[in-house]
C-alpha cells in the first residue's frame, strides 16, 4: 500500500463530562486534530465506539459525527470492535487512504460511558464477550479476566504484590499527562490493599471507564503539515476466539502474536527496534500477556519486566508512558486513537518528564475482547 | 483503487428464525458465498450489523463471525451505519482488498431481530435517528418517515395510493425469489386497506423486519472462481445530517444525489445505463425519494414511475426486482448485503421470472437513517 502518514492529532480529558455530549466531545478532538495538522476538513471521517447504541441510544455515529465536525455531507462511518474499535477504525481510515478511495481520513474514537449507572456499563461491556457461551452464563468483562489472571498466577507462581509495578507506573505516568483520568501516585501498599473486584483483580488492577475522545489525521506521506508527519509504518489486524474457553491456550494471546508479527514484518522491524509501546492495560494480567505475545518477554515472565523496572520510561521497554488504559483511562472505543495519539507525542518529543530519549520507533496495540480483536500499529518519525 | 470483483455471494432466507443464532446464520451465507466462489476461507472478514449489541447483546461481530465461519485468527471487524451497515462493510471490504492489505475479504451482513417484543425493536432501530433532537422527542423510525411522506404528498400533490405500485411491483416479484420474507401478491385494495403504522405509513407502505444474513466476497478482478466474477465498477459513500430538521431540504436525499453522482463517474456510466436499480425502499416513500434523488426522476415525480408501469422487471427502471426491503423483507444490517447479492443475481441471468433482459450493468443503493448514510455500487458482468 501507499506509505501513510499522520498530520494532526488530538484528544479531550478524559472524565466525567457531565456538560458535553457525545459529539460534543467527538467534536474537540477532532477540530484539535484539523488544528494540529494545519486543516480544515477531511475527506472521509472513520469513528471507533463501543458502546454509544447501549448506553447513549445512538447509532450511525459516523454520519452523526461528519455533520458535528463540519464535514457534512463527507463519507463517514462507525467501525465497532469492542474495547478495540479505536485502533480498528484506525487501520479502516489507514486502508481507505491506502486505497486512493480518499485523499484525508480524519480517525474519532469517542466514547461516553458515565451517563449510566455503573450495573448497566457493566452489561454494557460484557457485550464484549461471547453472548451465547460466556456472558449467558452470568460471567462479567472482568470477571473473565479474573480467571485468566488467577490462572496465570498458578501456572507460573506469581504473586498478585508482583503486578503492582504496572499500575505504579501508568499512575506515575499519568501525573505528566494533563489528558489523564486519574492523577495520583500509589505505592505498592495501596495496590496490595485496594478494594476487590473480582478475585483476583481489585479497583488497582483495572482501568477506570470515562468520558472521551480522540483524533487523528491520515494522509498520504510526505504531505505538508504544521508539525512533520508521523509514518505508519505497520499496521495489522488480527482475531481469535472471542469465548476464552474455546483457544489452545487462555494464557497466550494468540492474536496479539499474530498481530504484532504482522506489524514488525511490514515495518521491517524486531521487538528490540521498539522504543516505547503502548499497550492495552485494561487489566493489569493483560499488560503481562500483551508483553509475551509481542515479544518483550517469555511465556509467564512479562511480570519480571515490571519488577526488573524495565517498563518505565527510562527503562528498557517503556509502556504506558501517558499513563495507559489504567491512570490515563479507558473510555473503551476511543482508547485506541488515544493510545496513536499518546505515541506520536513521544515521536515528536512532547511528552515532558516521561519522554523516552531519542524515541524514533512506537508501537500502539489496541485489543478488543479479551484478546479476540487485536490491532497493532507501528510508527516512525518520518 | 485496482479493479475490485464479486467472485461469490450467499444468502439465508429471510424469516423468523427460532431455532438458529445470529452466528449461523452468518455462516450459512458466509459459507454459500465461499462454496460459491470455490473458495474454502478469505484473508478477512467484514461484518455488517446494526442491533446485535441492543437485541443480541453481542458486540464484537467481527471476530465472532470469523471464527465460526472457518477463518480464526483472521483480519475481521464490523461495520455500523444503520440500516446502511451492510452497504458500508461491502464498501470497507473494498477498500481492504484495493489497499493491497488483504487479497480477499468476506463481507457478511447478517440481522437477527425477531429474539425481542416489537417495542424493543422499535426502540432499538430508533438508534438510527438522532438521540438527542430526534429520539429525545419521542419520535419513532417510522414517524420520521412518515412526516416525510405527509410533506411529500402536500408539496406534490400525491394521493396515498399513488404509492402503490411500489409495494404492489415489490411483492409480486417477491414471489419468485426463495429467500424472500414475504410470499403474497397484494393489490391496490388491499394496500389502502392495511392496517396504519403512523400516518400516512400503513403497512403496507413499511418493509418487514426479519432474520437473515447475506454475504458476498471480494477478490482483485481477474480472479477465477466457479462463475465469471462481477466488477465492482462504482463505488460510492456520502453522508448528511441525521435529524431531518437539520436538512436544508426535507424532501431531497442530498446524500444519496451525492453518492449515486460520484459512483457513475466512477463507473462512467449515467443513469439510463442502469439496467435496474435495487433501491432502500424501506418505506414506499424511500423509494420515490432514491429515484429522484439518483437521477431517474425529477423532483416530487418518482412517484410517476410507479404509475407508469416503469419499475417492473421488464420497464425502464427496473426496481426491487427480488422483493426489495419491502417484500424480500429488511433484516437491517443484512439488507446492504443482499442488494449486492441481488445484482449480482440479475447480471448473471440467474434470476427467472423476474429476469432482466440483458442486464449488464445493476446499482444497489443501501440507506442508513432517513437519507443519513449512503452507500452506491454499480456492479457490471466482467
Given amino acids: 500500500m501507499r ?13 466525567e463530562h457531565w456538560e458535553k455530549s457525545l459529539r460534543d466531545l467527538a467534536l474537540e478532538a477532532a477540530l484539535a486534530a484539523l488544528h494540529d495538522a494545519g486543516r480544515e476538513t477531511a ?9 454509544s447504541p447501549l448506553i447513549n441510544a445512538q447509532n450511525q455515529l459516523g454520519a452523526l459525527l461528519a455533520d458535528w465536525a463540519g464535514l457534512r455531507n463527507a463519507e463517514a462511518v462507525k467501525i465497532e470492535a469492542a474495547c478495540g474499535s479505536g485502533g480498528a477504525a484506525f487501520r479502516a481510515g ?11 481520513a480524519l480517525v474519532v474514537g469517542v466514547e461516553k460511558m458515565t451517563d449510566k449507572a455503573g450495573h448497566d456499563v457493566t452489561a454494557a461491556l460484557a457485550t464484549a464477550a461471547d453472548a451465547d457461551y ?38 506515575a505516568n499519568a501525573m505528566h499527562n494533563p489528558y489523564a483520568r486519574l492523577h495520583q501516585r500509589i505505592t505498592v501498599e495501596q495496590f496490595e490493599k485496594s478494594s ?19 483524533a487523528a489525521l491520515l494522509v498520504p506521506a510526505g504531505t505538508l503539515g504544521r508539525a512533520a508527519g508521523i509514518l505508519v509504518s505497520g499496521s495489522a489486524s488480527a482475531t481469535d476466539t472471542i469465548a476464552i474457553h474455546d483457544r489452545p491456550e487462555a494464557l497466550f494471546l494468540t492474536a496479539a502474536y499474530k498481530s504484532a508479527q504482522a506489524a514488525y514484518k511490514m ?6 527496534d521498539i522504543d516505547l509501546f503502548e499497550l492495552h492495560d485494561a487489566f493489569s494480567i493483560m499488560g503481562a500477556l500483551s508483553l509475551e505475545a509481542c515479544g518483550f518477554a517469555e511465556r509467564g515472565q512479562g511480570v519480571r519486566l515490571g519488577l526488573d523496572n524495565e517498563i518505565r520510561p527510562q527503562g528498557r521497554v517503556p509502556i504506558c508512558t501517558r499513563g495507559g488504559l489504567k491512570a490515563r483511562g479507558h473510555p473503551v472505543g476511543a482508547t485506541g486513537v488515544y493510545q496513536i ?19 524514533k520507533i512506537g508501537m500502539a496495540q489496541n485489543i478488543g475482547g479479551s484478546g479476540a480483536t487485536v490491532l497493532t500499529h507501528i510508527l516512525k518519525a518520518e
Same sequence: chains 1, 2.
Fill in 3 to 15: 506509505p501513510i502518514a499522520i498530520l494532526g492529532i488530538g484528544q479531550t480529558k478524559i472524565d
Fill in 43 to 51: 475527506d472521509a471521517l472513520f469513528a471507533g465506539n463501543m458502546l
Fill in 94 to 104: 489507514l486502508m481507505a487512504v491506502a486505497s486512493g478511495e480518499v485523499e484525508s
Fill in 134 to 171: 460466556e456472558t449467558e452464563a452470568g460471567v462479567s468483562f472482568v470477571g473473565l479476566n479474573a480467571l485468566i489472571m488467577r490462572r496465570y498466577m498458578h501456572e507460573y507462581g506469581w504473586q498478585h504484590a508482583d503486578f503492582a509495578p504496572f499500575s505504579i507506573n501508568a499512575h
Fill in 196 to 214: 476487590m473486584v473480582a478475585t483476583p483483580i481489585n479497583l488497582l488492577d483495572a482501568s477506570p471507564i470515562g468520558d472521551g475522545a480522540a
Fill in 267 to 272: 515495518a521491517g522491524v524486531r521487538p528490540e
Fill in 341 to 359: 495519539v499518546e505515541v506520536v507525542q513521544q515521536l515528536r518529543g512532547e511528552c515532558g518528564a516521561t519522554q523516552v530519549d531519542g524515541a
